[in-house]
């Protein structure tokens, strides 16, 4: 007895706790179940924004600002060892730009009409012009017409005041094509009274019997002729006279003035000051770049939404599925991943970079890990006063020249679209040495990106290095005849053949003293320009990029869905897309 007496104290005291503990439990539960429904669901991690959802990598096993946390995917500091010459292109000293006339090409004293006269007036930003003057050159050539300083687009998207003289040394052009086309500054008044030519269109990639048949009648008739929204009019097949009359006024006769040079050569000096070489890097991650391509960058509903209210500029475009534009190579790179493609290629930590890009999407957290990658990061506001870049700041032309002054003259150019600016800054460098032009190899790179975590650095580093082959500006990596003249200009590049078969025999000489030791360097001599690409591989040169396409809605007069005047682009307010991504 005295035992269950001892026993029932211990028990009330238990009963009384069971509801507080049930109550805590409870509780528990509750605030359980409450923060389970806040979290983000398993699936939802490919909605977070770009910048949240960059992968977690390692640069170099280091810590603090270094690091990106992780194990696996390891990103030495110096990119990996390198089985080539990062900073030039392979038998590029046996190829040159050559575009003289030949002796069968008469002097335009001998040819010119006098009674003939020929405008042109261009359209998009700086390069999509470029393209239109140096074809406008030809076109006077085969109509033997006396050519009219070009019009530059004042009315575009980019509103700018500029005209020919702002940008380009109009002198130097005029004397430079003397023995090519006459070029006058302006139309010779007619009557006492200023001139009004006739206006008129040609169709894109006009042929030379096109311009005889279309515009030589006109011609006889009026004297006098003005072709609007002059862009892409002229053929990429031409005969090689022709051709290399193009590489003439591309390469030598448009010359940016004084000014210009001056400030775009200072940029490049302070460059260089920072460093032995340096990379150039069109980044083209703009928004606008990104709502025209229809690709999606796992921003979730944000991203949607911001995207789409810049594509309602465009009320003809239909977007495609964004993985399949992905699956095909049309989507820019992120940053960052142009930062590991960089760095899979051999660039190592130290090197230096200079962007030229307008505004990034996402900002300075989209920018991240490509500045993490690259520490040396610069663009012209931050190698240049804001007291210095004032002349120019309202001009986005002028902007634009000098961040092509520098691309230009970087060792390495990368490119990450395929615009205008792209296809001539492509070409430039291969007449002028075949210096390193890298253009992401989208189409193979996408899987490798998307799959990177269940590789190794080195897995990486090697499948990055054999998809680029045929991208990299390579001396002959890309059939003549290929692409945009302006992007492969090959009637105008010429191969020393002997300087060659010397080089090949010496190397053979060399090889035989010391196998083992030159047996890379014999490779590198004897091997197929093309670095072992196969034809399956070769670059799709063919497929039009996004200012064309838009273009040839224009052409059909789908441009808004309506038929449109030709002749009065402001009959809509709809920015064009080959002025908003040429450049």
């Not at 995917?73 to 006339?101: I, K, T």
């Not at 200009?489 to 000489?509: L, N, Y």
């Not at 072992?532 to 869905?561: F, K, T």
Request: proline residues 5%.
């Amino acid at each position: 007895m005295s035992f269950q007496r001892r026993r029932y104290p211990y028990y009330n005291r238990l009963r009384r706790l069971l509801p507080l503990v049930f109550a805590v439990s409870l509780s528990l539960l509750v605030l359980f179940a409450f923060l389970s429904f806040l979290a983000p669901h398993p699936g939802d991690s490919d909605r977070l924004p770009p910048r949240v959802r960059h992968t977690s990598i390692n640069i170099g096993g280091g810590s603090g600002s270094d690091s990106i946390k992780s194990a696996a995917f390891r990103v030495p500091r110096d990119g990996g060892r390198s089985d080539r010459d990062v900073w030039r292109s392979r038998n590029a000293e046996f190829f040159c730009g050559c575009s003289n006339a030949s002796t069968k090409f008469p002097n335009s004293k001998a040819v010119t009409r006098n009674d003939r006269y020929l405008a042109i007036a261009t359209s998009g930003g700086l390069n999509q012009q470029r393209t239109g003057i140096v074809d406008a050159v030809v076109a006077a050539r085969i109509l033997n017409a006396t050519l009219v300083v070009p019009k530059l687009d004042q009315k575009s998207y980019w509103k700018d005041a500029s005209d020919f003289s702002h940008i380009f040394d109009v002198d130097w052009f005029v004397s430079f094509l003397s023995d090519d086309v006459r070029v006058v500054k302006q139309l010779p008044q007619k009557g006492g009274r200023p001139w009004s030519p006739s206006r008129m269109r040609v169709p894109r990639k006009c042929n030379e019997r096109c311009y005889i048949n279309r515009v030589l009648p006109v011609l006889h008739k009026r004297h006098a002729v003005q072709l609007n929204k002059f862009d892409y009019r002229l053929s990429n097949k031409l005969s090689d006279e022709l051709q290399k009359l193009r590489c003439r006024v591309n390469y030598h006769a448009l010359k940016f003035t004084d000014p210009i040079l001056k400030m775009g050569n200072e940029l490049v000096r302070r460059m260089r000051l920072r460093s032995k070489h340096f990379i150039a890097l069109h980044l083209r991650f703009e928004p606008d770049m990104l709502a025209f391509s229809g690709c999606y960058y796992g921003g979730g509903d944000k991203e949607r939404r911001e995207l789409a209210a810049i594509r309602r500029r465009w009320k003809t475009l239909h977007i495609n599925n964004p993985e399949k534009q992905r699956r095909q190579g049309r989507c820019p790179l992120t940053p960052e991943e142009v930062g590991l493609m960089l760095r899979a290629l051999g660039y190592g930590s130290d090197v230096h970079i200079y962007v030229a890009s307008g505004e990034v999407y996402g900002g300075e957290e989209s920018l991240a890990p490509l500045k993490a990658l690259f520490p040396h990061f610069y663009s012209k506001d931050t190698i240049a006063t804001k007291e210095e870049l004032e002349p120019f700041a309202s001009y986005s032309s002028r902007m634009a020249a000098l961040d092509f002054l520098v691309c230009d003259e970087s060792d390495v150019f990368v490119t990450n679209n395929n615009g205008n600016m792209a296809k001539i800054l492509a070409g430039r460098r291969r007449y002028f040495g075949h210096k390193p032009t890298v253009r992401p190899n989208a189409k193979k790179l996408y899987r490798l990106f998307l799959n990177k975590e269940n590789t190794t650095w080195e897995e990486f580093t090697s499948r990055v290095r054999s998809f680029q082959r045929g991208f990299m500006g390579e001396p002959k990596e890309v059939r003549a005849g290929r692409g945009e003249f302006h992007e492969n200009p090959s009637t105008c590049i010429c191969e020393d053949t002997e300087a060659k078969a010397k080089a090949q025999i010496e190397s053979r000489k060399l090889g035989k003293k010391n196998k083992s030791t030159n047996k890379d360097t014999a490779a590198a001599v004897v091997t197929v320009p093309n670095d072992g690409q196969s034809e399956e591989d070769e670059p799709d040169w063919s497929e039009p990029d996004y200012e064309e396409e838009q273009s040839d809605l224009q052409d059909r007069g789908l441009y808004n869905g309506t038929s449109l005047d030709y002749d009065d682009p402001s009959t809509s307010d709809e920015p064009e897309l080959e002025e908003m991504l040429s450049d």
